[in-house]
């Protein structure tokens, strides 16, 4: 039998999956520089607490989880990064990933378009899109989604940091149990630390 940990990984990948679908769909057009992944005056910036444990480092990007969080000792292949919470206790390791865009850059229009449709393919329910945020400089689209696999259900909470040219997708995955206040609080306590390296 599967562990806690490794069950809820895998069931958070299905959101990757959808994320990835979003993000190769060939009929999203090539973004123009000065797209919208510029912050405009609407977005707020984030004013979260940052977090204050292990740094965990991608392709062109760090961020800092919080104290408890750190790399899986699994092997979770198609991840760019990946921490999980290894002291949950509620049988759902809350986790944080990141996938690299495969068509390079895609904008907020495109993300909130597209994402719900398919979302609801990749069997999300509860799907939202959020008020965009500023992460590390760079506006983000925000979706929410609860989503079930394997009889686990767990809410995700997507964001879309993007430099110049790439975007990277960075899904937080929570048990269903933990209330939407504190999902925002550890996820910006986080997004507050990326830094593109």
């Given at each position: 039998?599967?562990?806690?940990?490794?069950?809820?990984?895998?069931?958070?990948?299905?959101?990757?999956?959808?994320?990835?679908?979003?993000?190769?769909?060939?009929?999203?057009?090539?973004?123009?520089?000065?797209?919208?992944?510029?912050?405009?005056?609407?977005a707020p910036a984030l004013?979260?607490?940052?977090?204050?444990?292990?740094?965990?480092?991608?392709?062109?990007?760090?961020?800092?989880v919080p104290e408890g969080?750190?790399?899986?000792?699994?092997?979770?292949?198609?991840?760019?990064?990946?921490?999980?919470?290894?002291?949950?206790?509620?049988?759902?390791?809350?986790?944080?990933?990141?996938?690299?865009?495969?068509?390079?850059?895609?904008?907020?229009?495109?993300?909130?378009?597209?994402?719900?449709?398919?979302?609801?393919?990749?069997?999300?329910?509860?799907?939202?899109?959020?008020?965009?945020?500023?992460?590390?400089?760079?506006?983000?689209?925000?979706?929410?989604?609860?989503?079930?696999?394997?009889?686990?259900?767990?809410?995700?909470?997507?964001?879309?940091?993007?430099?110049?040219?790439?975007?990277?997708?960075?899904?937080?995955?929570?048990?269903?149990?933990?209330?939407?206040?504190?999902?925002?609080?550890?996820?910006?306590?986080?997004?507050?630390?990326?830094?593109?390296?």
């Amino acid at each position: 039998m599967p562990t806690p940990l490794r069950t809820s990984l895998r069931t958070a990948a299905v959101l990757v999956v959808a994320g990835s679908l979003l993000t190769g769909c060939s009929l999203l057009p090539t973004p123009t520089p000065g797209s919208d992944s510029q912050p405009s005056s609407q977005a707020p910036a984030l004013d979260a607490a940052p977090a204050t444990g292990e740094t965990i480092s991608g392709e062109a990007y760090t961020y800092v989880v919080p104290e408890g969080w750190a790399v899986p000792p699994q092997d979770f292949p198609g991840f760019d990064s990946l921490a999980a919470n290894l002291q949950d206790a509620d049988g759902f390791a809350d986790n944080v990933n990141v996938i690299k865009s495969p068509v390079g850059l895609v904008t907020n229009d495109q993300v909130e378009s597209e994402g719900v449709t398919e979302l609801e393919t990749a069997g999300a329910t509860d799907i939202a899109v959020n008020e965009r945020v500023v992460v590390a400089d760079s506006e983000s689209a925000h979706l929410t989604a609860t989503m079930s696999s394997e009889g686990v259900s767990y809410v995700a909470e997507q964001y879309y940091a993007s430099t110049d040219d790439q975007t990277y997708i960075v899904t937080f995955s929570f048990s269903d149990t933990v209330p939407a206040a504190e999902r925002q609080e550890i996820a910006e306590s986080i997004l507050v630390t990326w830094t593109w390296s």
